[in-house]
């Protein structure tokens, strides 16, 4: 039998009904510091989820979680400690195993589906995965000065990538047809 994950809240399909149902689920403090040393936190104080359920049918479940998150993170500029919080929503498709299909190119305006095994869904697992996806890969606290041309807004990087086409790029080539002697 595989391993429960750290924030496990197992939801049975049959429970879900033909009107759907409401859901709130909240991670313990000993759920919160496995989460945390999972996703290489120095804490998480708060991990919670409000779910809108539905049944689609067939075993598939949609699902719209809105997401609450409290945590302690490391910034990447001063390497000192600060606490964040994040809320936002998000829309999952749950799908039975032997239903779900992994296409060659991920569709980056489809809703996720995550496959599951059995008769219950892990609203739980759903979360962190969300929050995980959600984190900033370089976080910064908010009171620390960036250096200047570190992070580049859209309108200065569209900029400096009109700048840069004009100029003529040497061709990799190019270097070897003079270590060569002009002969390549």
Same mark, same amino acid.
């Given at each position: 039998?595989?391993? &429960?994950?750290?924030?496990?809240?197992?939801?049975?399909?049959?429970? *879900?009904?033909?009107?759907?149902?409401?859901?709130?689920?909240?991670? /313990?403090?000993?759920? $919160? &510091? &496995?989460?945390?040393?999972?996703?290489?936190?120095?804490?998480?104080?708060?991990?919670?989820?409000?779910?809108?359920?539905?049944?689609?049918?067939?075993?598939?479940?949609?699902?719209?979680?809105?997401?609450?998150?409290?945590?302690?993170? /490391? $910034?990447?500029?001063?390497?000192?400690?600060?606490?964040?919080?994040?809320?936002?929503?998000?829309?999952?498709?749950?799908?039975?195993? $032997?239903?779900?299909?992994?296409?060659?190119?991920?569709?980056?305006?489809? *809703?996720?589906? *995550?496959?599951?095994?059995?008769?219950?869904?892990?609203?739980?697992?759903?979360?962190?995965?969300?929050?995980?996806?959600?984190?900033?890969?370089?976080?910064?606290?908010?009171?620390?000065?960036?250096?200047?041309?570190? *992070?580049?807004?859209?309108?200065?990087?569209?900029?400096?990538?009109?700048?840069?086409?004009?100029?003529? &790029?040497?061709?990799?080539?190019?270097?070897?047809?003079?270590?060569?002697?002009?002969?390549?």
């Amino acid at each position: 039998m595989t391993e &429960k994950p750290e924030f496990y809240r197992p939801l049975a399909v049959r429970r *879900i009904g033909m009107l759907g149902t409401d859901m709130t689920v909240e991670a /313990t403090p000993d759920e $919160c &510091k &496995k989460v945390a040393r999972r996703l290489g936190l120095q804490d998480v104080a708060l991990l919670r989820c409000r779910y809108r359920l539905k049944d689609d049918g067939r075993g598939v479940v949609t699902a719209e979680g809105a997401l609450a998150v409290r945590f302690t993170q /490391t $910034c990447v500029v001063s390497m000192e400690a600060f606490e964040d919080m994040m809320a936002g929503s998000f829309v999952v498709r749950f799908v039975p195993a $032997c239903q779900f299909v992994e296409g060659d190119a991920p569709d980056m305006d489809a *809703i996720d589906e *995550i496959p599951y095994e059995g008769q219950d869904v892990d609203l739980g697992e759903a979360v962190v995965e969300q929050f995980a996806l959600d984190l900033e890969p370089y976080p910064h606290a908010p009171d620390v000065v960036l250096p200047p041309g570190l *992070i580049m807004d859209e309108d200065e990087a569209e900029q400096h990538g009109l700048e840069e086409e004009p100029e003529k &790029k040497a061709s990799p080539f190019a270097g070897l047809a003079r270590w060569r002697g002009g002969n390549a």
